[in-house]
């Protein structure tokens, strides 16, 4: 069963005295499973970004430690900063990061508020996913009216906290707690010092875009409908909250952006609208910034975005692609962006999963010619086939940007994509067949003094020997769906770079060769016979298709290389 993961993302109101915020994040990493990723303190908002995982007990238990802590140290009563803010925690969400639905989420974020409301005696409001109540689920509106408004606004009926003392108290003051999707806090810098410019550019952009004024568009009185709501000209994107404001620290101005649905309204395109919004305001767009973390996804698009926009290959590796992103949006601009701190994925992987790949081509050469079964025939068989992939995708990359092929940039531009996926794949299996070897090892070492244990070491010794016929056999499949990327370079790729398509070929068929003798061998000593017949039959068809295809290929390279 996968783990449950949700990933906890604080905000606090101190962004400035490092020891108070040390001592938070001390509390936070006191409870045990916690894994603290990122803090990232502002001088100018006053505030702290924290983000750190875990299971769900543990993170809960976590955050409560952090806003005990948070409410002892933090006098909101002395507090300034640019950033909205009602509490020393002034808002904690919860998201679901794997294994787990948004409903179980927001039980825990329920679960949270009323601890930290009836021990702490902190009013806790719940927001998104958590709130039943849609009136008060927005967390601009519960914060409307900030730090000193609050003191008048919880003694409304309608904003009673969901849990703890429907009174304010001064030091502590209130907080927001509930459970969201993944939200990207994104500012984009511009060469300006005028806050009431960023302002305009954030009413252009933003979801609730900007509420219609009778007479100055500026300082005229709000026009109101029927209801007595404010008349609204919308924004341009949809899931973007958005304010502008001045950042003294920087000096310059910023628009700070809440993206809240990245997969709807894609990162570049808010700071591409932020870019042509500024530009008919007679401002510049000069960089942006990442508050906390990001998932991958929308760097790769972004990357990808840029690439295509300036008539270039999108199959690169994710390196280039996020190199691309950072550049293009200037995410460097205002202090160094390093992808393995600020992209959350890179942060909660496994350096050990990837021990063999991270090596030098002579430190895996050398580590496969020690005295020791592991690395064997099964990585090298998947490195091969990586290699014989990323042959491939080179010559679809220097196909795209041939000259005089321009009109085919996006053609091979897809199957360098395509190539780079599949490589991607094959590179893991070389790990992973390590992996699955020293599994079987691992059994074969388990006591069996009982007749308990013997039978526990059996079934382990099975199942271990099943996953090593298994990921042999996955990559015998990585490789024969290789193949086309192979031929389509060989009948219309670059023809300067035919042999590297040949070379490719070569490979791919070593890559199926080896993994083909791989699932024969550990096949062999598999007690449960109908399941190795069949996976032994499978991989026979596939190597057969796939030794057929190869063999073709190296020929046609060989017929059109001799002239």
Partial sequence: MQKQLIECVPNFSEGRDMGIIKQITDAIESAEGVRLLDVDPGKATNRTVVTFVGEPEAVIEGAFRGMQKAAELIDMSKHTGEHPRMGATDVCPLVPISGISMEETAAYAVKLAKRVGETLNIPAYLYEYAQPDKKRSNLSIIRAGEYEGFFDKIKLPEWKPDFGPAEFPAHAGATVIGARDFLIAYNVNLNSKSTRIANRIAFDVREAGRVVREGNPFTGKIKTDENGEPVRIPGKLKHVKAIGWYIEEYEMAQISINLTQYKETPLHTVFEECRKSADERGARVTGSELVGLIPLEPMLQAGRYFLEKQGLSTGVSEEHLIWSAVKSMGLDELGPFDPQKKIIEYLLKNEADEKLISMSVKAFANETAADSPAPGGGSVAAAAGAFGVALGTMVANLSASKRGWETRTAEFSSWAEKGQLLKDRLLALVDEDTRAFNAIMAAFGLPKDTDEQKSARKTAIQEASQYA?????????????????????????????????????????????????????????????????????????LIQEGRSACNAMMAEVEKRLRG
């Fill in 469 to 541: 016929t298994e990921v042999p056999f996955r990559t015998l499949q990585v490789a024969v769906e290789s193949i086309p990327l192979i031929q389509a370079m060989i009948e219309k790729g670059n023809p300067n770079s035919l042999s590297d398509a040949g070379v490719g070929a070569a490979c791919l068929l070593t890559a199926m060769q080896g993994a083909w003798m791989n699932v024969l061998i550990n096949a062999q000593g598999l007690e449960d016979k109908a399941w190795a017949t069949d996976i032994t039959q499978r991989a026979e068809q």
